[in-house]
């Protein structure tokens, strides 16, 4: 991983450890968006933010949309702070996401790709997620 790759991740699980990402929807959010994750019609995605994966309520879904704009909003304050851009935030954050956050059965999306579910094992990254050491 690059310097500023390590950098953005460093952030990013600063950003996950300190809450300012709402990462585990159980936690974070409605009972609905929740029962949306374990029912694998919302999930995770590798650009750090929340996608529908299937049929979802007007109200899950409009919930969704509010975690990701307060997730962009807090992607674009950590950018302004270590001097990256957005999008570069989110997928570090993404990343960490992925790799420590979606629980065996839930849902998540690589890319374009379509969207899996998680088994026992550790999902496979990007590249870019590729972490130093």
Do not use: F
């Not at 750090?48 to 975690?67: K, N, P, Q, T």
């Not at 962009?72 to 950018?79: I, S």
């Amino acid at each position: 991983m690059t310097r500023k790759l390590l950098m953005i991740a460093t952030g990013a699980a600063v950003a996950l450890a300190t809450g300012l990402v709402m990462t585990t929807p159980a936690s974070a959010q409605s009972g609905a968006v929740a029962a949306a994750v374990g029912a694998g019609t919302v999930g995770e995605q590798a650009d750090g933010y929340l996608g529908i994966a299937g049929s979802v309520s007007a109200d899950v879904r409009a919930e969704v949309e509010s975690i990701n704009i307060k997730r962009r909003a807090a992607y674009t304050n950590l950018a302004g702070k270590r001097g990256v851009t957005v999008q570069d935030v989110a997928a570090a954050t993404g990343c960490q996401i992925l790799s420590s956050r979606v629980q065996q059965g839930q849902v998540y999306r690589i890319g374009s790709g379509g969207w899996q579910t998680k088994g026992a094992g550790a999902i496979p990254l990007p590249s870019y997620c590729a972490t130093a050491g």
